[in-house]
């Protein structure tokens, strides 16, 4: 462990070093040596944070925020800006694995508590945390000036930004824990269905709200943009996947570097086309897996190539979080993410309970909902981008919310993983045939 | 089952059908404020101007010639001079940003107008618009036609009667080496076809930095020390010799014609930046493709012959990157955005210091905490990319610097060298090819004096190889086999020959576009000229032809 230590040192030194030569930030050189740096520092912290129990990805998170641009800035904003082509093609690679890993026929079972979670706990704790910030309004400054009417809209938008949930960090902690079972299953099930309707739910209440500041930029437009983003990213999805099972089973060879290459696609024409690359690459996983019959060929492509997606993935995302925002929103980002975390355990708690779910389910799944990333930054960004007048407010607000889950709640819910039962249940079932070095996950 | 160039290119085509969607962006938009910088910045590497270009006509020149104030070594009058030709609201702002270093008077040709130089800057990377929702259902089919010829081109490239054409047509041994990938480079750069535009390829900076540093990387790894301890008698002497005087023949070869055909004919023979020039072909010259010893074997050489050249090769590619270390330690660049100011031996010392720290690291490392082959992954690209972009930030050499950290892994004890070889190997082409792609799009095809200088170079290497072999073989007592002679002298141009002129190009990318062409065309030449001869001696021999690819992957 201390030669990790003096490695981590070391590297840093380098990076300091290099960058007192020139401030190339944002460069192409200055980025390939943030992509190097962070994705080695990364996965030596992942590891000294997996010997002290807790998930590599909390360590991939740490060393982006503590290199990145608000505490150490060893790897500037400019650099961590350019990176975040890599983190479009982690979501969408994340995203395809998600969908592979939804196979209706064995979900069947579980679809039951699936929807009943959905509603309960993630639609009840909307509410909740909607109520909680009218609570908080005292302590908000740019809420006082609204009107009673204006102020349920925020609240509502507010409550449904906050509660969105990160289908990346359940992915990535299943992997990395290796689990198998109900609670896994139900936890990405929700959490997959849940992103679909946080995201209709925004545009939903974030239509409302605007019309309540006398925005007019009417409802025609923002149902088409809606509909683009939700019919257009699962429609183009449904073609992609079928383009990856046309290759995966005619072309076969060059598979895993194909996917990627879809992946990339998907994020960066996805993202200029205001597509939802989570959803594209998440449609295309789930025709895959449902429809085609390569889809355990598909997952194993994946594995083959995902530890340096997610190590980056993570860093880059750590390094983007905002700790000066913290210190501003500090007391009310608090309050919502206890409210957010208590709304959705019991939620799932009761929910499962109404839905006849086994006794972990009912225990351990809300656990899985905690974590937030990605979509959660995406729209407090949006949010920020929508209302003008306060939204930068806001979005502190919010992005000071999504730092404290990103940061704590993945280790919550590893402890969760754990005490079910289901961790280093995953039977190597999604491997067709090991293929000769492309072994291999972390273990927990 | 698809051979892998051809599933390597689909990737490609698959980024570049990526990139393409940032390009069209950029074409709806209004200039990107980032491409003021790649303007500023082009101009910021300013490299001197003919000594008798004064200030006036410097201002004259602009805002093209943006070394107005770069002559010998830059003064606070210099300075002075550009901040009036700024103020007087002429365009040379770049001209203290980085100037050539000289030892003495400098001149060069004015900042060529190279149309690739987003790539070779370190510059801010442009970030691009998004696209507007009335061009987005055409984007969308574009994508989608895209992914589906994506899909058409890997099975046809696949296909085994595609491949018996390649080799009916015989330019199997091309398509083998990867020059397809530089082809398509190329037309990818083309405006028609405006895939590969300026934005784009500024994008791709953070990879062609990477593709250098790997083959470096993967050319220090392959080197086993414990082969110098069981080097025949006179083999030192044998590529001593040999790497001199190609070296010589080459460099002198170059000088004259950049010197007598080139832009400037002012240019001063004792021009530092002629000198640059001349080195860089020559130290990308005296390098042989490491698939020598294998194409050797295939053509039924014998052994022992083919265990010289191989040692012989090896020992050739430590001078290369050697000279590669001189070269940039002694031409360096300087100016407000480089903040140390050290000796050429300092960086020389920094060099090899920076490679050794890296490897010493990535060793640790390996001993620590790497036990199966995705971490391999993560350690291999992570080491790679952080080498490689340390050395380009300080303005160091990528290939050398990654070549110290391979060659020390490679050589210190361990058990971890299969797994990191496998690792190396499975990322190698996708790497390269990639790389490639690049190359293309940097390469000026239509440059007249590339083409002079290339003939030039082919026939200067040629005969430099020759004598240099005959002479060295001579003074050194080495007995060589006629097959193992022809091998060193009708030799193929590798990954390595490529890397060092488009490290070069990096190091200096306002320098002369020209040295590209003698080493991508060279290697085309090269080839051909192999497979001609191969032809001939089967004839001789009585023999059908036999395949004659240089088989050049990577490095």
């Known amino acids: 462990m201390i030669l990790l230590v003096v490695l981590v040192v070391a590297l840093g030194g380098l990076m300091h070093f290099a960058r007192s030569f020139s401030a190339g930030d944002g460069t192409s050189s200055g980025t390939a040596m943030s992509f190097g740096y962070l994705l080695l520092t990364a996965f030596f912290v992942g590891t000294l944070f997996k010997q002290l129990r807790l998930p590599r990805l909390t360590g991939y998170l740490a060393v982006g925020v503590v290199a990145g641009p608000n505490v150490l800035d060893l790897v500037p904003h400019a650099a961590v800006d350019n990176l975040q082509l890599s983190t479009g093609v982690a979501v969408a690679l994340i995203a395809l694995t998600a969908g592979t890993e939804l196979e209706f026929r064995s979900m069947r079972p579980l679809l039951r508590s699936i929807g009943w979670i959905t509603l309960i706990a993630i639609g009840g704790t909307v509410f909740l945390l909607s109520a909680i910030v009218l609570l908080l309004r005292p302590l908000l ?47 990405l099930g929700v959490v997959v269905i849940g992103d679909l309707v946080v995201i209709l739910l925004f545009a939903v209440a974030s239509m409302l709200a605007r019309s309540t500041f006398g925005a007019s930029a009417g409802f025609e437009e923002t149902a088409k943009a809606l509909a683009w983003e939700l019919l257009g990213s ?10 990856l099972a046309i290759y995966l089973k005619r072309v076969k060879a060059g598979a895993g570097l194909f996917v990627l290459t879809t992946c990339l696609v998907v994020a960066e024409v996805g993202r200029r ?67 957010r975390g208590g709304g959705l355990l019991f939620g799932t708690r009761i929910a499962a309970k109404i839905a006849g779910a086994p006794e972990s389910v009912q225990r351990y799944a809300g ?70 070095g492309t072994s291999s996950q972390p273990s927990a | ?105 400098s001149t060069e040709p004015p900042p060529s107008d190279d149309p690739a130089a987003p790539a070779l800057e370190d510059v801010p990377i442009a970030k691009p618009p998004t696209v507007e929702p009335t061009e987005r259902p055409a984007f969308v089919i574009k994508t989608i036609l895209g992914l589906l010829g994506l899909l058409a081109l890997a099975y046809v490239g696949g296909h085994p009667r595609v491949q018996q054409w390649e080799r009916k047509l015989g330019v199997a041994q091309l398509v083998t080496a990867g020059f397809p990938f530089v082809a398509l480079g190329l037309v990818a750069r083309a405006p028609s076809v405006g895939i590969l535009t300026d934005s ?78 001349g080195v860089i072909l020559a130290t990308a010259g005296l390098l042989t493709s490491r698939t020598t010893p294998s194409l050797l074997e295939k053509r039924g050489g014998h052994p022992e012959s083919v265990s010289l050249v191989q040692k012989v090769l090896c020992l050739e590619e430590i001078a290369g990157v050697f000279a590669l270390l001189v070269i940039a330690a002694y031409f360096r660049p300087h100016g407000a955005g480089v903040s140390w100011q050290l000796p050429a031996t300092g960086w020389l010392v920094l060099t090899l210091g920076a490679g050794v720290a890296v490897g010493l690291v990535v060793y640790a490392i390996l001993l620590q905490s790497v036990k199966t082959n995705a971490e391999s992954l993560v350690l291999i690209l992570g080491s790679v990319a952080f080498a490689s972009g340390l050395a380009a930030n300080l303005r160091m050499s990528p290939v050398v610097v990654c070549f110290v950290a391979g060659l020390l892994l490679a050589n210190f004890p361990g058990e971890y060298k299969a797994r990191l070889g496998e690792t190396l190997e499975r990322l190698e082409r996708p790497v390269y090819h990639l790389f490639l792609v690049v ?44 097959d193992g002679r022809r091998a060193l002298v009708v030799a193929p141009i590798g990954a390595l020959s490529i890397a060092v002129v488009i490290n070069a190009r990096v190091l200096y990318p306002s320098g002369s576009t020209s040295i590209v062409t003698p080493i991508l065309g060279g290697a085309v030449v090269t080839e051909l000229l192999i497979h001609a001869l191969t032809r001939a001696t089967a004839r001789e021999n009585g023999d059908g032809p036999r395949p004659a690819s240089s088989g050049e992957g990577a490095a």
Not at chain 1, 280 to 291: H, K
Not at chain 1, 298 to 319: D, K, M, R, T
């Open chain 1, 141 to 187: 400054p740019f809420m006082q000036q609204m009107s009673v009417g204006q102020s349920l809209a925020v609240a509502w938008v507010l409550g449904v930004v906050t509660v969105a949930q990160s289908p990346a960090v359940v992915v990535a902690l299943r992997k990395e824990t290796a689990s198998a079972g109900p609670v896994t299953s139900t936890v």
């Open chain 1, 234 to 243: 699962l429609v183009i999805g449904v073609i992609v996947g079928m383009v």
């Open chain 1, 273 to 339: 086309l205001h597509l939802d690359p989570l959803l594209v690459a998440l449609a295309a996983g789930v025709f895959i897996r449902n429809v085609s019959s390569v889809g355990d060929v598909l997952h194993h492509e994946i594995e083959a190539s995902s530890l340096p997606v997610y190590v980056i993935f993570f860093a880059v995302a750590g390094a983007t979080i905002h700790l000066d925002v913290l210190a501003k929103v500090g007391i009310p980002a608090v309050v919502i993410v206890l409210a």
């Open chain 1, 367 to 436: 656990f899985g909902l905690l974590p937030q990333a990605g979509l959660a930054l995406a729209l407090a960004m949006l949010f920020a981008k929508l209302f003008p007048e306060f939204g930068d407010e806001a979005g502190a607000l919010t992005l000071g919310v999504v730092a404290i889950n990103e940061i704590v709640a993945p280790a919550i819910y590893r402890v969760a993983l754990v005490r079910s039962g289901e961790a280093g249940k995953d039977a190597p079932a999604h491997a067709p045939a090991p293929e000769a």
């Open chain 2, 1 to 105: 089952m698809i051979a892998p160039r051809w599933t390597s290119m689909v990737v490609l085509i698959g980024l570049l059908l990526a990139g393409s969607t940032v390009a069209r962006a950029d074409d709806a938009g209004t200039l990107a404020p980032d491409e003021h910088d790649v303007l500023d910045a082009s101009a910021g590497d300013a490299e001197p101007v003919p000594a008798s270009t004064t200030s006036e006509d410097a201002a004259a020149q602009a805002p093209i010639d943006a070394g107005a104030d770069a002559t010998d070594e830059p003064t606070d009058e210099d300075d002075s001079v550009a901040e009036e030709l700024e103020d007087a609201g002429a365009e040379v702002d770049a001209g203290t940003d980085e100037v050539e270093p000289t030892p003495a008077s």
């Open chain 2, 200 to 277: 784009v390829l500024a994008a791709l900076g953070p990879l062609l930095r990477v593709g250098l540093g790997w083959i470096g990387f993967v050319v220090g790894f392959r080197f086993d020390a414990r082969m110098l301890a069981n080097l025949p008698k006179g083999m030192g002497t044998l590529v001593s010799v040999r790497a001199l005087v190609t070296f010589l023949a080459i460099a002198s070869v170059s000088i004259v014609v950049l010197r007598l055909v080139g832009a400037l004919p002012a240019w001063p023979w004792s021009d530092p930046m002629l000198l640059r020039d």
């Open chain 2, 439 to 482: 190359v293309g799009a940097l390469w000026r095809i239509e440059d007249g004096l590339g083409w002079g200088l290339m003939v030039a170079f082919v026939v200067a290497r040629l005969f430099g190889k020759a004598i240099g072999t005959r002479l060295g073989a001579a003074s050194g007592g080495v007995a060589l086999r006629p």
